[in-house]
């Protein structure tokens, strides 16, 4: 029998209308424009502003163009996940409201968090249903708010996070093009240094946890750093040396859009050349789970069919890993 392998046939993406510049942020904190683009590489990020508009407007909005691009069905679509950490609310899944909101009416759904890496993780997860044979057509979204989880006094994390999403569209392929390889990480121990404590089980919102603004995002910069830059730059090379690639063999670096630094590192140890470097971090900052289906939306017309791409991701928790994919058309 061929061996079925999980490949990308469509991409679509959502960038909310309403931009925070560098400039903008120079009223709000103590910080500059200069000291932002230096340190992360960022000069604007996209804010979604209106009453009651969430996670799952912009996933829907990604997976309505998708679908558009692709000429789809959306009844055709049998699994619907939803990579986030900002999901519209507790208990009620957001991607089974996106799924139904775009027509995928005989689709189940699902959200995965995994922080920065959560559309990582899904890219395994939609692999699996792919390859097993039973499904044909799953559709994996990468969505965050996280100007909802931002405290706008905090200097060292307002200035890093965006919203954002992007949608891929998996379906089986015969060629061996598609997912080829993951290599998969986690230490619990990284959840004291990035984390918006209050919220889940352990620190139910009350007014102690918001007088103490425990439900903002809190980042121990340096720590965060380090463990990005080693552990994003470890996989990528772990993931050539696995697959007996040299640099000249990758067409592409998919690194999580956190820290322009960050990526620069991860290139850096694998010996790629900048031209080969997604890079769209300095128009949108972090979007967390949209970095990773922003990055490849945006560079999709510059994808060429064979083209090797290694994808590389590190987030809270800590949660990191790298995906190596041969793409599978030619826009």
Known sequence: MTKITAAITAMGKYLPEDVLTNKMLEEMVDTNDEWITTRTGI?????????????????IKAAEELI???NLDPTEIELVLVATATPDMQ??????????????????????????????????????YIESGKYK??????????????DYTDRATCIIFGDGAGAAL??????????????????GAGREFLRAKAGGSCYPYNKDTFDK????????????????????????????TRNNLT????????AHQANKRIIEATANR????????????????NTTSATLPLLIADYEKQLKKGDKIIFAAFGGGFTWGSIYLTWAYNS
């Not at 790629?272 to 890079?279: N, Q, R, T």
């Open 247 to 254: 640099k000249d063999d990758v067409a592409w670096l998919a």
């Open 91 to 128: 208990a009620a899944a957001t991607a089974a409201y996106v799924a139904t909101e775009i027509g995928a009416i005989n689709a189940f759904g699902f959200d995965l968090e995994a922080a920065c890496s959560s559309f990582l993780y899904g890219m395994s997860v939609a692999s699996r």
């Open 170 to 187: 998996f379906e089986p392929n015969e060629e061996g093009l598609g997912v080829q390889d993951e290599y998969l990480r986690s230490d």
């Open 68 to 70: 558009q691009k692709k």
């Open 270 to 285: 694998i010996k790629l050349d900048s031209s080969k470097v997604m890079m769209n971090i300095q128009n949108y900052g």
């Open 213 to 240: 603004r425990e439900h903002y995002v809190y980042q121990e910069g340096k720590t965060v750093f380090k463990n990005a830059v080693f552990n994003m730059a470890d996989v990528a090379e772990k993931m050539l």
């Open 137 to 150: 057509k799953v559709l994996l979204i990468g969505a965050d708010k996280c100007s909802s989880m931002i």
């Open 43 to 59: 000069k604007e990020r996209r804010i979604l502003k209106g009453e009651g508009l969430g996670t799952s407007y912009m996933a």
